[in-house]
């Protein structure tokens, strides 16, 4: 009898245990305590920035810390496995680049986890324009003279990126695919590397961000030949996309958005979502983001999913078809 007691009294500290814990991640009690971002990319980096610049607003609409964490190395990954393992209660997230859509088994056959499956898309932040540019001085005015010179002698163009199998690698491989002419990759560990090497010379041409190459094109350093999204930047209004120049299926969208591990509730990633399109639409947060040169992306949740499978889809096919190899 007395045993039976004691079992009922264990199970009811448990059960109030359980319930206790419960309520502690309910959705309806969210967000009760601080929210880590984690950051696969360094301060500074485009990611970061609008990361930083819109969860700031975010934060004082929940009423709670969100602190930022950078998380860099082994290409994103190591970012996007400690969000994939962790507890889906909305305590957790990620805000990641385009280049999230790289990381699939497909291409990184070791993966500690499966992209599509583990990390729920909730809202892009923005899509920062990533543009086609060339040193100055080298006299090329358009994106025709550009492919017309290498054509003219295959094989010698060569163009920088921020490393093998990201967005920037990516982003010249759709473009020259579809412009149809050879060129050397040159991988350098960052955007100011890769930038640096068309500056000098050394490199004929770079897809990068405006948040890196602006300050450039505004001294003459660089000459922006074209974005690469699917409609001209707000902050270069007069220079065309390279689908416009003539070059299909050479567009490359480079958005920021949030993730949370599967699992989340439904309720907790659809205040994510409602909080964080509130915030990149306040007055101050837009202007902020627009002088960064970030394009606003008013998606849903079901409509950034679709574009993230679409991407995933698209990314494995652009590998297989140009012959990247990532480690």
Request: with cysteine.
């Amino acid at each position: 009898m007395q045993h039976a007691r004691l079992f009922s009294v264990a199970a009811a500290l448990l059960l109030a245990g359980g319930c206790a814990a419960t309520a502690q991640t309910s959705p309806s009690n969210w967000p009760s305590k601080t929210i880590r971002a984690i950051v696969p990319l360094s301060a500074g980096s485009a990611t970061d920035i609008v990361a930083r610049t819109v969860l700031e607003q975010v934060s004082r609409q929940l009423g709670q810390p969100i602190v930022v964490e950078n998380r860099t190395g082994a290409a994103n990954t190591i970012a996007m496995n400690l969000v994939a393992k962790s507890d889906p209660d909305g305590y957790t997230i990620l805000i990641n680049s385009a280049a999230h859509t790289m990381k699939q088994k497909s291409i990184y056959p070791n993966l500690a986890f499966d992209t599509a499956r583990d990390l729920l898309p909730v809202i892009p932040l923005g899509n920062v324009p990533t543009v086609l540019v060339v040193q100055a001085s080298k006299g090329y005015r358009s994106v025709q003279d550009l492919v017309a010179a290498a054509k003219a002698k295959p094989g010698a163009m060569n163009y920088s990126s921020t490393g093998a199998g990201n967005s920037s690698h990516l982003n010249a491989e759709r473009f020259r695919l579809s412009a149809g002419f050879e060129a050397v990759h040159l991988p350098f560990k960052g955007a100011p590397e890769a930038a640096t090497e068309v500056m000098a010379g050394r490199a004929d041409f770079l897809f990068t961000t405006l948040l890196v190459t602006m300050p450039f094109i505004q001294d003459k350093k660089l000459q922006a030949l074209a974005v690469s999204g699917q409609q001209r930047a707000l902050a270069l209004p007069d220079i065309p996309t390279t689908e416009e120049a003539g070059y299909k299926n050479s567009y490359y969208n480079f958005w920021i958005g949030m993730f949370v591990p599967a699992g989340t509730p439904d309720a907790i990633r659809e205040r994510l979502h409602a909080e964080t399109r509130k915030a990149a639409a306040n007055p101050d947060v837009r202007e902020k983001l627009t002088k960064f040169g970030v394009d606003p992306m008013d998606l849903s949740i079901g409509q950034f999913s679709a574009l993230v499978s679409d991407e995933m889809k698209i990314n494995a096919a652009l590998v297989t078809a140009a012959g990247i190899r990532v480690e």
